[in-house]
Every structure is written in C-alpha cells, then in structure tokens.
C-alpha cells in the first residue's frame, strides 16, 4: 500500500540547520515532494526529486533521498523565523496522479 | 511556480444553503484539477480528481451528490457544498496540474463555516 510517515514536530534555533524526515512505503514511486503551509494559506511547492536521484540542491534547500531505505530528507539551512512553518512530504505512485501526503512536520523556530 | 488562485478566500453560510468555491489557474492550462478539504492540524484529504471536460472521480467516502464539481474550462473548476451543514465546515483547497503532469500547484484555500 501507499503511505507516507513524517515526524509531527521540530523545533530548531534561528541560524541552525533543521532537516526534516519522511519515510514512504512505494518503492516505485516516481516523484516525492516538498510542500510548506503556512497558518491559513495553501500549499507552496518548495522542491521536488526524481526516484531516480539521490540528491537536489535548491539555494538553502537539499534534498536527500536513499531509496533502499525508502527515506526522504529535506535540509533547511540557516533557517530563519519565516520557515516556521508545517512542511508536507509527498509522492505520486506510478498508479495515478493524486498525491499521497505525510501528515505534515511543525518546524518552529526560535530567535 | 505557477498561480492558483481560490475564490472566495473564506465564506461563512447559515446550515441548508450552498455554497460554491472557484478554483482558477492564473498562468498555465491545468488539464488536472484536484479537490482537498484540511481538518486543523491535520494533512490534506483528497475529495476528488477533475478532468476538463470530464465529470469528477471522487474517492471513498466522499458523496459526490453533496460536493458537486465541475471543471468546464482549462483553467476553471468550481467546487459546490450542497445543503451544507455545520461538519462540512473545513478549509478546502484546490490544486490544478497542466502539461507537466508530475508538477501539482496548490490554490490559497477557502476557509468555510457552516453555522
């Protein structure tokens, strides 16, 4: 079946690196995907990653996925106040095109 | 990263009436769009998937009589909660994907409460 496993909390300083975790159970899926929400508002898409790569780097964004483990990461570097936020990790099984989302990590962080 | 935008942005209705919410995709075709309804603090259930043209296919669960979708054009799909009562208060959100069909951009939301 298809799921997507995610801490719910984290909470990091102003300036430290936060790395948030995902596990997923679709070994074929094609891409997984990194969404933040802020309080009241939609989703942005802040990245996504190919099955087929190991990493993605975007500015103060990386992107590590170890598909043996099934295991996806997204690192924050220098985080600061206005990545608070709740960070959604997400896939599209090769079945169809409707996202299978985590249940979302609380990042906080703290000046 | 392309537009959606979501209309209204909130809406409070009395319990029996309907209410309908649009969903348009500002800069790009979305030959896909999506339905979502978010409980606070939760992750985002998926109600139904709209092709254009094409009637809705809505997931387990979700009566497709009371959420009635309809997606006419590339870049408009139109949500209405029929007879709504106070448990269909949520926020909803929409999400649409074009050509790229790997990419899925999201709308703002719309807060309902159904009093």
């Known amino acids: 079946g298809e799921d997507v496993e995610q801490s719910l909390f984290l909470s990091v300083r102003e300036g430290d690196s936060s790395v948030i975790n995902c596990t997923y159970t679709?070994?074929?899926?094609?891409?997984l995907y990194w969404y933040k929400q802020e309080p009241g508002a939609g989703l942005q898409l802040l990245t996504y990653?190919?099955?087929?790569?190991d990493m993605k780097q975007d500015q103060r964004l990386t992107v590590l996925l170890n598909k043996k483990d099934k295991h996806l990461s997204l690192r924050i570097a220098d985080t600061q106040t206005g990545d608070s936020a709740i960070y959604f990790c997400?896939?599209?099984?090769?079945?169809?095109?409707?996202?299978?989302f985590g249940q979302g990590t609380e990042l906080s962080v703290k000046p | 990263g392309a537009v959606v935008s979501q209309h209204p942005s909130w809406v409070i209705c009395k319990s029996g009436t309907s209410v309908k919410i649009e969903c348009r995709s500002l800069?790009?075709?979305?030959?896909?769009m999506f339905w979502y309804r978010q409980f606070p603090k939760q992750s985002l259930m998926l109600m139904a998937t709209?092709?254009?043209?094409?009637?809705?296919?809505?997931e387990q669960g979700v009566e497709k009589d009371k959420f009635l979708i309809n997606h006419a054009s590339l870049t408009l799909s139109t949500l209405t909660v029929t007879s709504a009562h106070p448990e269909d208060s949520s926020f909803y959100i929409c999400?649409?994907?074009?050509?790229?069909?790997?990419?899925?951009?999201f709308g703002p939301g719309t807060r309902l409460t159904v009093t």
């Open positions: 997400a896939e599209i099984p090769p079945t169809g095109g409707k996202l299978i």
């Open positions: 679709d070994s074929s899926s094609t891409y």
């Open positions: 990653i190919f099955s087929n790569m």
């Open positions: 800069d790009f075709q979305a030959t896909t």
């Open positions: 709209s092709n254009e043209g094409s009637k809705a296919t809505y």
């Open positions: 999400s649409g994907s074009g050509s790229l069909s790997y990419e899925q951009y």
